[in-house]
Every structure is written in C-alpha cells, then in structure tokens.
Nanobody, 122 residues
C-alpha cells in the first residue's frame, strides 16, 4: 500500500512563502528519487523539482531556481518543498511522486499523492 500524501498548500500573497510536505508510506523511502510536479489551472503537468534518493543531488525547473528548495528526511519518510518569493504563475496543484527508473535510464512517475493546492494571489 504505497501512499504519498501532500500537505501545506494554501493561499499566499505574491512574494510570500509556503512549505509543502509529502508524507510517504508503504515503500522503502530511501531507495527512490522523488519529485514535485504541478498542474496549473487548464494546463498540463509540469515537472518542478527532483531530489535523488539519498538527497545528494537536486534539480529544478529554471523558473523556480533560487526560489524553491527541495529536501527530504529519509528517517521520517518525508519530502518537502520550501517555496519562497512566490509568484502568481506558481499557482497550481502540487503533487509529489516517486521517480521509478528502469533499464537504461528510463523513468516514469508513480504513486502520485492527492495533491495540494497552492494559490498565489495578485
């Protein structure tokens, strides 16, 4: 029963901050890269950030670099996304997901959470 549960979303003014959390259960948390993906209203899914299984490497969408910080606590089976200097274009439902790799570098995202709504007002 793999499960990811996002929390921490809400309404925030432009320039404000928000911290999202993702609680995981049902799998060996430290064995998987994890990602944050978002979906703005009427838009497709957009990858936001990735952190490797041990937390040693992080990757970001260009538009959030310097503003967002992804982190994980493998002892607590928890993934976080600290979002600072929020902009209206950050408004979206944010999801966490496992990054599953197979064969030679292929991957897909699985075990999506229910998502948490982030609204940045203007």
């Amino acid at each position: 029963q793999v499960q990811l549960v996002e929390s921490g979303g809400g309404l925030v003014r432009p320039g404000g901050s928000l911290r999202l959390s993702c609680a995981a259960s049902g799998f060996t948390f430290s064995s998987y890269d994890l990602t944050w993906v978002r979906q703005a209203p009427g838009k497709g899914l957009e990858w936001v950030s990735r952190i490797t299984s041990g937390g040693g490497s992080t990757y970001y969408l260009d538009s959030v670099k310097g503003r967002f910080t992804i982190s994980r606590d493998n002892a607590k089976n928890s993934l976080s996304l600290q979002m600072n200097s929020l902009k209206p274009e950050d408004t979206a439902v944010y999801y966490c997901a496992r990054r599953i790799t197979y064969n030679s570098g292929n991957f897909y995202y699985s075990s999506w959470g229910q998502g948490t709504q982030v609204t940045v007002s203007s």
